[in-house]
């Protein structure tokens, strides 16, 4: 009888675990670079598949990523079960670099989504901001995860290579429209900020006490090199694109991956995955 009362023990033990680690998420930042033909052998016609199976390989539910064109944005688009949020940040439809945000449709309901650009003077339309040398934009989706009912917030973004004004600014507008969005609601912020850990940009969200870093929090880290590589073997050791989390979230696992195929990268970024468990619906 005692042994019986263990194994029941180890198979309500089991089945609890594998109940919880069916409520995680994966979720990730990828700038993936833009089609650009210059690229040669980089160019996006011999990486998309190797970018695309990276996708299908760490299993992300949802992700944001960068840089994307129209054209790669239909051929991510094209992978089973996923849809996207976004538009281009040139005309606020096609034109110019997205910061869209994809999902899995049996995991995640789309509930509403939006663009606005990092801007001070207008939000809501295509123009630059501050010293910005580029048009900038912050892509959002609200979801209800099917597992958990719990409904949570993924804001994109993608700050300007070369205005500091702009970035500091852009941080402070993207903390305000979070609050005006989502109000109380748990939120993931995901992008490439173009400024290490060490910048000013990058504390006034881990600062805020409201979003905190994945590497930060998460319990067991693969991270032993920066997020850009140039598409070279010897990456720089800055982390430039991060994933943030409100305390609704819980970072069991962060990496970066630093995957290659025959000597050569998916993208001249590496993308940032971080593997988060919630509190279910109650």
Not at 9 to 16: M, R, S
Not at 110 to 122: H, N, P
Not at 160 to 177: C, F, N, P
Not at 233 to 251: C, K, W, Y
């Amino acid at each position: 009888m005692k042994y019986k009362n263990i194994l029941l023990l180890i198979v309500v033990f089991t089945i609890t675990i594998a109940d919880l680690r069916a409520q995680d998420l994966n979720i990730a930042s990828y700038n993936i670079r833009y089609n650009n033909p210059g690229d040669s052998l980089d160019a996006w016609p011999h990486r998309k598949d190797l970018l695309r199976n990276m996708v299908r390989f760490y299993d992300f539910d949802v992700f944001g990523v960068q840089e994307a064109l129209a054209g790669q944005i239909k051929d991510l688009s094209e992978m089973d079960n996923y849809s996207y949020v976004g538009v281009g940040r040139d005309d606020g439809k096609t034109k110019g670099e997205y910061a869209a945000i994809f999902y899995k449709k049996d995991r995640l309901n789309l509930i509403s989504s939006g663009t606005f650009w990092l801007s001070a003077t207008d939000t809501e339309h295509p123009n630059k901001g501050w010293d910005a040398v580029l048009p900038r934009i912050c892509t959002w989706a609200s979801f209800q995860d099917k597992k958990t009912g719990l409904q949570f917030y993924h804001f994109n973004t993608h700050f300007d290579h070369v205005g500091v004004e702009a970035r500091r600014e852009s941080s402070k507008l993207i903390m305000r429209k979070m609050k005006e969005i989502a109000g109380t609601s748990a939120v993931m912020l995901t992008g490439d900020f173009n400024v290490s850990q060490e910048n000013e940009s990058y504390h006034l969200f881990n600062n805020s006490g409201f979003l905190k870093d994945a590497f930060d929090t998460a319990s067991i880290k693969l991270s032993n090199s920066g997020t850009f590589n140039g598409f070279k073997l010897t990456p720089t050791t800055d982390r430039i694109d991060h994933v943030f989390l409100s305390n609704a979230f819980t970072a069991r696992r962060y990496g970066v991956l630093t995957n290659s195929f025959m000597g050569h990268f998916p993208s001249d970024h590496f993308p940032v995955m971080v593997v988060i468990s919630q509190a279910a619906k109650n």
